[in-house]
């Protein structure tokens, strides 16, 4: 299909494009007005993700409000621990939890390797929103890391301390590598699914490898991303961009550059100028602006997004977007100054 609008594709290819493409995590989702509506006639999360109609839905509805260059898909990252049997729900207050959380080598042994057939809902939400996009602008579809799903099917949830997850680390590595590869594996046949299906870019959401030390990140994150990369090469999608977004693993920038990914999604924490030389120009660079930012006023707002298009320069292959996701309590007309402070000063 011809997109109208291919900057965000032709920045992860690090050609030069007139200006910087932007789009945002969590776009889609509770600060909108629109999206509390159909989550309130949905019911539940759930129901919402996987009933592809409200997906598609969703996925749209700030490309309504806001000239943003890419869609991703609505979804969650831990959908293919929920297609192996752990039974995901989402507690008020409290997040997501699992029925069957990880407790024993058994579980893990038990655990089935996922293929897109098993995920079909989301293969049906892709192909219904691309249909309905109809080359307006990219799809981009996602997973979570092998490690960052393996830390939410120990911790049944999110975790302050990742206690059972290091356990199984540093007591058992070979259960460990065990999880991981069959994550790793899952999440090739369903990022092939979704690319099958019509997603322009995939991404790899490691949510929480800044937990880990630069050796135990190597060993039990990014060598499962790489694998997950190679994987999708080998399954025939060479030219499918590939995204990895690893929240506080600066330090290990360049071994993420060497992955043969396409871009690296960059936090808050490092300026985009020391992020750019320790990759290297390998790949493009995607970030890095606090989402805390949305909370200034406007003017503020304004500096910081200039601060961040300055800092990258006209070097080809950046996009803009947050160090993180939107928040529920942002105001929508927020981000409507940070989409069109990135047209004005990257366009100068």
């Known amino acids: ?71 991703i898909i609505f979804s969650d990252i831990l959908t293919i621990p929920d297609a192996m049997g752990l039974g995901l729900h989402f507690v008020q207050g ?13 579980d893990i042994e038990n655990l089935p390797i996922v293929s897109a057939d098993d995920l079909q809902y989301v293969m049906d939400a892709i192909s219904l929103t691309t249909k309905t996009l109809n080359g307006r602008v ?46 790793a594996q899952s999440t090739i046949s369903y990022l092939a699914g979704q690319i ?20 135990d990140y190597k060993t039990f994150s990014l060598q499962y991303m790489n694998q997950i990369v190679i994987g999708l090469q080998a399954a025939g999608y060479p030219d499918t961009p590939i995204i990895l977004f690893s929240k506080g693993a600066n330090h290990s920038l360049p071994m993420m550059a060497n992955s043969g990914c396409h871009a690296l999604g960059i936090d808050w924490t490092i300026n985009i100028n020391d992020a750019l030389k320790l990759t290297e120009g390998k790949v493009a660079l995607q970030g890095n602006l606090d989402p805390a930012t949305l909370y200034a006023d406007d003017h503020f707002i304004d500096h910081a997004v200039k601060e961040v ?37 990257s366009e100068h």
């Open 1 to 71: 299909m011809t997109l109208e609008n291919d900057l965000f594709l032709r920045a992860l290819l690090r050609e030069k494009t007139e200006r910087t493409p932007v789009w945002l995590m969590r776009q889609a989702g509770r600060y909108l007005p629109e999206y509390r509506k159909i989550r309130k006639q949905a019911g539940d999360f759930m129901t919402l993700a996987s009933t592809p109609e409200l997906a598609c839905e969703v996925t749209i509805q700030p490309l309504e409000r806001f000239p943003l260059d890419a869609a």
């Open 94 to 106: 409290e997040g997501p939890k699992f029925e069957k959380p990880i407790t024993s080598a058994k």
């Open 138 to 183: 990219p799809l981009i579809g996602f997973a979570g890391s092998p490690w960052t799903l393996l830390t939410y099917m120990l911790e049944n949830g999110s975790s302050k301390s990742y206690a059972k997850s290091k356990a199984l680390l540093y007591r058992t590595p070979e259960l460990a590598h065990q999880l991981l590869d069959k994550l």
């Open 196 to 215: 099958e299906s019509g997603a322009s870019v995939v991404q790899i959401f490691d949510s929480w490898g800044g937990v880990l030390s630069p050796a």
């Open 309 to 345: 298009i300055d800092a990258y320069g006209d070097r080809p292959g950046h996009v803009f977007n947050m160090g993180h996701g939107m928040q529920p309590d942002m105001e929508p007309e927020k981000v409507a100054v940070l989409v069109d402070a990135v047209k004005r000063h």
